[in-house]
T-cell receptor
Framework: SAVISQKPSRDICQRGTSLTIQCQVDSQVTMMFWYRQQPGQSLTLIATANQGSEATYESGFVIDKFPISRPNLTFSTLTVSNMSPEDSSIYLC???????????FGSGTRLTVV | EDKVVQSPLSLVVHEGDTVTLNCSYEVTNFRSLLWYKQEKKAPTFLFMLTSSGIEKKSGRLSSILDKKELFSILNITATQTGDSAVYLCAVVGTGTASKLTFGTGTRLQVTL
């Protein structure tokens, strides 16, 4: 199944700043997904990133806060903008793997906003 | 809106015990149900289930799906401390652009 390289692994950021998270996949994939996991919570989908079109955002998430780029079929970025402590979470990218292997996740980015 | 409910929320067992984790779901046009193990940040894939009544097995772990009653169970036999993790259940429906909807997870702690 696909292998995803996600970075940074972790970061501590000042409130009001922005952080860009990158995911590089070792094969071409149509859709990439970005998830957020707040402390003690489960994974919540932020948006679906398709190459060549605008990302599709889930209810409660907006492009101004979480702009996404998808320049090609192997790469995507998620930016967390104008951060506040409430943005402290684990952020994960994911792609659909081979049929029998479900969805593969990147290694995750643990973000702490102070 | 797709919904996944897991129980129990947390569980503490002794090494060697057998545990059963539960997952019930509501999804538009069900396609598959997946189980993941999350120890630190990234969930790792355990099983994908699409058909009722067919048990999937991997070592001490097994899982089965009941599409009539809309639930799945994950069994872990002879638990070890390395099984301590959060176990996540997720569903995919054909009408949801292939996205995963996750349950809240079951936090399993295996003690000596």
């Amino acid at each position: 199944s696909a292998v995803i390289s996600q970075k940074p692994s972790r970061d501590i950021c000042q409130r009001g700043t922005s952080l860009t998270i990158q995911c590089q996949v070792d094969s071409q994939v149509t859709m990439m997904f970005w998830y957020r996991q707040q402390p003690g919570q489960s994974l919540t989908l932020i948006a679906t990133a398709n190459q060549g079109s605008e990302a599709t955002y889930e209810s409660g998430f907006v492009i101004d806060k979480f702009p996404i780029s998808r320049p090609n079929l192997t790469f995507s970025t998620l930016t967390v903008s104008n951060m506040s402590p409430e943005d402290s979470s684990i952020y994960l990218c994911s792609v659909a793997a081979l049929a029998a292997y479900g969805y593969t996740f990147g290694s995750g980015t643990r973000l702490t906003v102070v | 809106e797709d919904k996944v409910v897991q129980s129990p929320l947390s569980l503490v067992v002794h090494e060697g015990d057998t545990v059963t984790l539960n997952c019930s779901y509501e999804v538009t046009n069900f396609r598959s149900l997946l189980w993941y193990k999350q120890e630190k940040k990234a969930p790792t894939f355990l099983f994908m289930l699409t058909s009722s009544g067919i048990e999937k097995k991997s070592g001490r772990l097994s899982s089965i799906l009941d599409k009539k009653e809309l639930f799945s169970i994950l069994n872990i036999t002879a638990t070890q401390t390395g099984d301590s993790a959060v176990y996540l259940c997720a569903v995919v429906g054909t009408g949801t652009a292939s996205k995963l909807t996750f349950g809240t997870g079951t936090r399993l702690q295996v003690t000596l």
